[in-house]
C-alpha cells in the first residue's frame, strides 16, 4: 500500500518548465535592434559592450572606453552580422529564453552555445551628443 502510495505522490509533482530557446526571424532581430542602443554581455569574458545599430547599417560601440565604428546587417535567415575595421564579418542568431536574449554559435558538435546576452535595450543613440 506505502508503494502504491508513494508511486502516486510522485506523479502529481512536476519539475518547472525551462522556457525553450527559440531563434528568432530576420524581422524580430531588425525590431530589437534598429534605432537602439543595446547593453551586451560577453558570457566568455565578462566584458560589458554598448552599440548603437544605426537604420543605415552603421554601428557605435564603446567598451572598455574605447569607441570604435563598423557595419552591421541581418541575413535572410535571421542572423546578426557585424564586422569592425579589419576584422572578418561574423554572423550569429540571436535567441530568445523567457524574455532573456542571447547570441549563440555553433559548436564543432551543432551544439548552440549561448556568446553573448543582451541586457538592456534603449531606443535612439546613447552616443548621441557625447
Known amino acids: ?10 506523479g502529481c509533482q512536476t519539475a518547472p518548465r525551462r522556457s525553450e530557446a527559440q531563434t ?3 524581422a524580430e532581430v531588425k525590431r530589437l535592434f534598429i534605432g537602439d542602443t543595446v547593453e551586451s554581455y560577453n558570457l566568455n569574458n565578462g566584458m560589458t559592450s554598448f552599440t548603437y545599430y544605426h537604420p543605415n547599417g552603421t554601428l557605435d560601440q564603446e567598451r572598455l572606453w574605447l569607441r570604435r565604428s563598423g557595419n552591421w546587417s541581418v541575413s535572410e535567415d535571421g542572423k546578426i552580422c557585424l564586422a569592425f575595421a579589419k576584422a572578418r564579418q561574423r554572423c550569429r542568431h540571436i535567441v530568445r529564453s523567457g524574455d532573456k536574449y542571447y547570441k549563440v554559435r555553433v559548436d564543432e ?4 552555445q549561448r556568446i553573448i546576452r543582451y541586457r538592456h535595450f534603449a531606443e535612439g543613440n546613447a552616443f548621441a551628443g557625447r
Open 1 to 10: 500500500m506505502a508503494t502504491i502510495l508513494l508511486f502516486a505522490l510522485n
Open 24 to 26: 528568432l526571424t530576420a
Open 109 to 112: 558538435q551543432g551544439n548552440e
